[in-house]
């Protein structure tokens, strides 16, 4: 039987099932991100610690906009508008709006065979740099081989706005150098300064791309809606139900992690168009993200 429980002292949620070694834990503080991952008994997602989520937006939802937009600037319908600075070293606004933000329980169920979390944030306040109010969903649904993870974005403003989608998780391999990633893909984002695009190159791929001590920051355009991970223990399904996808894997300072993000969109996409995408008043858009192990 599955079981979930908020831990309200830290506003978290902890979800188990013994039997099926599944665990997952997910603050709703940080943005509803899932911090820890447990599947088959094979520990995918863990804490990063000593790196901070702060630093790392580990797991974090990626909206209104994934990856960067430089210096923060973008015009859309002929009006300028300007994100916080909160990545200060590139002076580039990095990875949207509600990473930081404190989601609400709306629904929990669990069986015996699953345990699924509704969880909702409603944006009512103007920001300079995104002048729209929103309310965003997150459905967690845990089985024991698999992670589903549904986003429903609903523009509740008057105006229609651009947005691309993203999330963030960092999986964990106990041997790193000797694992892979399986992708389609003929297309690589070029990345200059600051880690903005500035430009589309060929890419050939033949067989598995092998991370072994690749210091890794690139995206690619995917053919697919799928990217496998290899791993000496286990094997990583992910799959989109996107229609542009895009894939950035970096490697951060933690040994045996890599971050593997789904995004629809590229770095400064608000001013490149490169899978930019505009919500019109009172629609909704929905996209799934789902992890499953081999």
Not at 27 to 34: Q, V
Not at 37 to 61: E, F, Q, V
Not at 135 to 164: C, E, G, R
Not at 168 to 175: K, R
Request: aromatic share 12%; proline share 3%.
């Amino acid at each position: 039987m599955y079981k979930i429980n908020h831990n309200k002292a830290l506003n978290l949620l902890e979800v188990e099932n013994s039997e099926n070694k599944v665990y997952g834990k997910i603050h709703l503080n940080s943005g509803a991100s899932l911090q820890e991952l447990t599947l088959k008994g094979h520990a995918i997602i863990k804490d990063l610690s000593p790196l901070t989520y702060a630093n790392t937006y580990a797991s974090s939802i990626l909206f209104p906009f994934a990856n960067r937009i430089k210096d923060g600037v973008y015009t859309f319908n002929n009006k300028a508008f300007q994100f916080e600075i909160n990545q200060k070293e590139e002076n580039n606004a990095l990875h949207g709006l509600v990473y930081n933000k404190t989601f609400q329980i709306i629904n929990q169920e669990t069986s015996n065979d699953s345990a699924s979390i509704l969880l909702e944030y409603n944006e009512t306040e103007l920001s300079i740099g995104f002048p729209y109010t929103y309310t965003i969903q997150l459905k967690y649904i845990f089985t024991s081989n698999n992670l589903s993870l549904n986003v429903s974005v609903k523009n509740t403003d008057s105006k229609a706005f651009p947005y691309t989608l993203g999330w963030h998780p960092y999986f964990l391999s106990d041997n790193l150098f000797n694992s892979s990633l399986d992708f389609n893909s003929t297309k690589k984002i070029v990345l200059g300064e600051r880690n903005i695009t500035t430009g589309v190159e060929d890419f050939e791929l033949k067989d598995a791309f092998n991370i072994e001590d690749k210091p890794l920051d690139d995206c690619w355009i995917l053919n697919s809606n799928e990217v496998t991970f290899n791993t000496p223990k286990y094997q990583l399904i992910m799959r989109s139900s996107a229609k542009n996808n895009f894939l950035q894997a970096y490697t951060p300072s933690k040994l045996n992690t890599i971050a593997i993000e789904p995004t629809t969109g590229v770095s400064d996409s608000f001013n490149n168009n490169i899978g930019l995408e505009v919500l019109d008043a009172n629609d909704t858009y929905h996209i799934n993200w789902s992890l499953k192990i081999k």
